[in-house]
């Protein structure tokens, strides 16, 4: 079941992240967040008319997506950055893209024109679930974060929702 983020999911969105925080670079984040961190990140990304998802199985959740907006600028407000989140539990199982259908065609009813999906490189598994999604690599950016003491890529890939 995929639903609009509420209040008290925010404990369970911060155990699933705090995952990839600690033990992989797909975050840039290098300290764990807190339950109300993602509260106060859910009511700001809801608070701009933006979606925030959540994954439940057997009322957990175990999967999350939501977008940002892309830049401040006024000319972006067209654009935004999506970023999903599973539980170690159930990757590989398709959420992922589900959870992406889900917050593209929010997005898309809402109007917005581009995604933009950043993926710290290597990481096959994402890249092939943005291109599954229909995303085209468009950038690549070459030892731009610092972490666990080396430097990693970071590409990014992107979807117009309208042609």
């Keep these: 079941m995929i639903r609009d983020a509420a209040k008290g999911d925010s404990e369970a969105i911060a155990h699933i ?15 764990p967040v807190t339950g109300s961190d993602i509260q106060g990140r859910i009511e700001a990304v809801q608070g701009v008319g933006l979606p ?8 957990a959740v175990v ?29 590989g ?11 593209f065609a929010k997005l898309k009813e809402s109007g917005i024109h ?6 710290t490189l290597p990481n096959p598994a994402s890249v092939a ?8 690599k468009v950038a690549h950016f070459e030892r731009v974060g610092f972490k666990f003491d080396q ?12 042609a």
């Design 17 to 31: 992240y705090n995952h990839y925080i600690e033990n992989t670079a797909i975050s840039f984040e290098e300290k």
């Design 52 to 59: 925030w998802l959540v994954a439940g199985e057997d009322d």
């Design 63 to 91: 999967g999350y997506a939501y977008a940002t907006k892309w830049k401040e600028r006024s000319a972006y407000r067209f654009s935004v950055e999506a970023s999903v989140y599973l539980s170690n539990q159930v990757r």
């Design 93 to 103: 199982r398709g959420l992922g893209a589900k959870l992406y259908e889900a917050i």
């Design 114 to 119: 581009a995604v933009i999906g950043g993926i």
């Design 129 to 136: 679930l943005h291109e599954k999604m229909g995303m085209k």
């Design 151 to 162: 430097w990693h890529d970071v590409g990014y890939w992107q979807l117009n929702l309208y």
